[in-house]
């Protein structure tokens, strides 16, 4: 069995494997590094998310493990082969969900298919395959302003999942949307981890998310930046927010901020 409950058929259960991460931004030398000697593994199936205060090296580490920047020492893996550029296999999502404003939503999940050598038709079929698993084949001939923002967040996550990546990086994907929206798209996003066998790393500041979501929480601290605690969140999904065990996990990464002296509790609740 994997991390989420279900059987693992692969032969390595570890999907990707970040050893000895260092990062300092050229123009920045002389500065504490923005990665100091990072290590993590993340396994096929789990759900990762990295939690900590603004720039602390989150986003820099979450494009290091997708191939999209290069460390300056150390060595990312993905399925114990050694990445050395982005890696085809995985896909990010950020906030700004990055549709094409001139493209239909059917359009703008057909995008990432483009480059894949499909037919018209098999393009054009999965794309509506993947907008319908978020809810939205009845919004697919619609331009990006015609959609609310929770719409486009899921139209970018269909595009997303549409390549079938293995690793899905996601950098604050719901931090702009109203708390209903927002709660919405953190179950379907379960739901479509489950049903496509999916690997998450996922960059929040909000702490609710990161334990509703996580099987596992990665506490990040600046100055230099590092993963300083971890936390196993073993509660079965759906998890419910208002239960005792769900409080105490969250108290305990205030806690844990706190002890580190990252800054007041308010800066990390919702
Ligand atoms: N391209 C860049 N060039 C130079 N410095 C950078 C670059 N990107 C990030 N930094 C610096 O690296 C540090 C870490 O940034 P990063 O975006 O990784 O932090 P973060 O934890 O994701 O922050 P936030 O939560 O505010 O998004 C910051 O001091 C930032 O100014």
New binding site residues.
Partial sequence: MDATGRKSTVAHKTLLEGSGLW?T????EG?EP??SNVSLQVERGEFVS?V????????????VLGGF?RPDRGEVRLGGAPLAGPASRAVMLFQEYGLLPWRSALGNVELGLEPLGMSVSDRRERARYYLQLVQLDDKRALLPHQLSGGMKQRVALARALAVRPELLLM??PFAALDTFTRYHLQDQLLELQRKEALTVVL?T?DIDEAVYLSDRVLL?E?GP?RIHTELAIALAKPRDRGQRDFQAYRKRILEAFRLTGNGPEEEFTI
């Fill in positions: 990062k931004y050229s123009g920045n500065a923005v990665l990295l900590g205060p603004s720039g602390c090296g989150k986003s820099t580490l979450l494009h920047a950098d604050e960059v500041h990040m600046g930046g």
